[in-house]
């Protein structure tokens, strides 16, 4: 009975523990269903591609914003810059601890740099991709 | 620079002379209080005043964010409610000719005067300022709502 109590203390304690390993955790997870609900096949997100998406210059998008690094410079450890002038944090896990916690915040800024810079939505694959080489760098 | 604050100064005393308008200084604006507005239309470029454009700029500016001056600006519906109430309730009162609905500060006349001065010119050439958009190169103060530094 004790030895329950304290199981029940220690979970209700750190619901995230017990639920997951945290919001960014969290965040993946989501994705990794969405891309297996997508492609049977799926077999987990690769940072290699992810780099390449970062990269890639499309001409599918708006004019002014033809690639990921139009903005967040060439490097995900380097800060960036809108094109109103303001500094963006870099986008590389190691230099900004926070981010791709706020699964919100997460879709939001996905929805409209890939719709700026693709000229679509990205798909979960994709999304998972970009978040790999990111949490990886 | 001089010439024109005099000019404005000028032109600015019937206001002076009128009960009830409030001594402001013309390159003052009030600063936003609205946490919404700061987070959202702060997260690429400075939060501009409301008090910069008219209603009718505001309205249209928030009925077309997804394409928001060559970038996708979208957001909830809920979000984009509570930010185009602060700037229609905050937006500027005075008449503006032509373009009832001007989009870009950058191109209403007094703007494109003032930055048109030498002095302006060459502070953004010192200062390797990119875009006139960013006014806190310039203007410390611009977050607050304070331009009057020149």
Redesign the interface.
């Known amino acids: 009975m004790r030895n329950l109590l304290i199981i029940i203390s220690i979970l209700a304690f750190f619901p995230a523990m017990a639920a997951s390993a945290g919001p960014r955790e969290d965040v993946i997870a989501q994705l990794e269903t969405l891309a297996k609900s997508d492609d049977a096949n799926f077999s987990g997100f690769d940072a290699a591609r992810g780099k390449k998406l970062f990269s890639a210059k499309f001409s599918t998008g708006?004019?002014?914003?033809p690639s990921c690094t139009s903005c967040h410079s060439t490097s995900p450890k380097n800060a960036g810059e809108?094109?109103?002038?303001?500094a963006i944090d870099p986008m590389a896990l190691s230099k900004t601890s926070d981010r791709y916690t706020d699964p919100k915040k997460v879709e939001?800024w996905f929805?409209?740099?890939c719709?700026?810079v693709l000229g679509r939505e990205c798909t979960p694959l994709e999304k998972g991709d970009f978040l790999a080489f990111m949490i990886s760098q | 620079m001089k010439n024109n604050k005099l000019l404005i100064s000028l032109l600015s005393l019937p206001l002076l002379a009128t009960p009830f308008v409030a001594i402001a200084d013309d390159d003052n604006v009030p600063p936003i209080k609205s946490l919404i507005v700061l987070e959202e239309c702060g997260a690429c470029h400075l939060a501009f005043q409301p008090a910069f454009l008219p209603k009718k700029s505001w309205q249209k500016m928030m009925g077309e964010l997804e394409n928001h001056f060559g970038e996708d600006a979208s957001l909830d519906a809920d979000s984009i409610a509570k930010i185009e109430n602060y700037l229609v309730a905050n937006a500027s009162r005075k008449k503006f000719r032509g373009d009832k609905a001007p989009q870009r500060i950058t191109e209403l006349r007094w703007f494109t005067h003032e930055h048109s001065e030498r002095e302006a010119k060459n502070m953004m050439k010192k200062l390797k300022v990119k875009s006139l958009v960013d006014c806190a190169a310039c203007h410390k103060g611009a977050e607050m709502g304070i331009y009057d530094d020149d």
């Open positions: 708006k004019p002014e914003t809108t094109r109103a002038g303001k939001k929805r409209r740099n719709n700026s």
